[in-house]
């Protein structure tokens, strides 16, 4: 599967994230097959169904991770934080959490990276 056909980036107060092309963001496709109890299949499956999405978007959300897992991983960290943590460099989490993202968006801005 191409999963450049089903990915694209969306800016955002927390910087730039990839996403599915009429989908939501790929790190809640993840967190949505991860949080299933069921084997790997009945989690697909069952994101399929909860997100209303095609078994193909939810299978490149998932290849697009195993490509990029630290930023994805990074975006799932942050979304579990609670907003009194966002930004306060006091909280060692979101301190790591906000520098990876913005290390990962530095990087991808050097490497002249599309974006789409």
């Given at each position: 599967m191409n999963e450049d056909s089903y990915i694209t980036f969306r800016d955002g107060p927390t910087g730039r994230r990839a996403a599915l092309i009429d989908g939501p963001d790929i790190w809640e496709v993840v967190q949505?097959?991860?949080?299933?109890?069921?084997?790997?299949?009945?989690?697909?499956?069952?994101a399929v169904e909860l997100l209303n999405l095609t078994e193909q978007q939810v299978r490149a959300a998932i290849d697009y991770r195993a490509a990029n897992r630290e930023e994805i991983d990074a975006r799932i960290d942050?979304?579990?934080?609670?907003?009194?943590?966002?930004?306060?460099?006091?909280?060692?989490?979101?301190?790591?959490?906000?520098?990876?993202?913005?290390?990962?968006?530095?990087?991808?801005?050097?490497?002249?990276?599309?974006?789409?």
């Open positions: 949505t097959v991860d949080s299933h109890p069921g084997d790997r299949e009945a989690a697909i499956l069952a942050l979304n579990a934080q609670t907003p009194e943590s966002w930004g306060d460099p006091s909280k060692p989490v979101a301190a790591t959490t906000a520098e990876t993202l913005r290390r990962l968006d530095a990087e991808e801005g050097a490497a002249g990276m599309d974006p789409r």
